[in-house]
């Protein structure tokens, strides 16, 4: 599936998530929450129980793949089933709701990508 990885997430009332933190001088800023920040994150995550390396090697892989994409991914359905996993483990409710509307291609969401 053909998903815009810079989507940026938004809130119940339909305002854009936006993430503190510091950029590579030290200084704050605000950055918006996408799908990308989202999903890498879910994918580097450690876990609760252990889990074998070549799991992880796969979860890497996909996590520079979604890096080095510009906007749009295709994504196959197993890494779909594996993103969601690991979202809905490692992200609060509405997080969760978000990314997996995305992820699935809904339409219930306001689908302005950041770079756009």
Do not use: H, W
């Amino acid at each position: 599936m053909l998903i815009d990885i810079n989507t940026a997430l938004t809130t119940l009332d339909g305002q854009k998530m936006f993430e503190a933190r510091r950029d590579k001088d030290g200084n704050d800023i605000r950055e918006a929450v996408t799908l990308r920040n989202i999903c890498i994150g879910a994918l580097l995550a450690e876990t609760k129980n252990p889990v074998a390396g070549e799991i992880k090697f796969k979860r890497y892989q996909l996590a520079t793949k979604i890096q080095s994409s510009e906007r749009e991914i295709n994504l196959s359905s197993d890494e779909i089933v594996m993103l969601k996993e690991l979202i809905g483990q490692n992200f609060i409710t509405l997080v969760v709701g978000r990314a997996y509307d995305l992820l699935e291609g809904g339409a219930a969401i306001t689908n302005k990508s950041v770079a756009a």
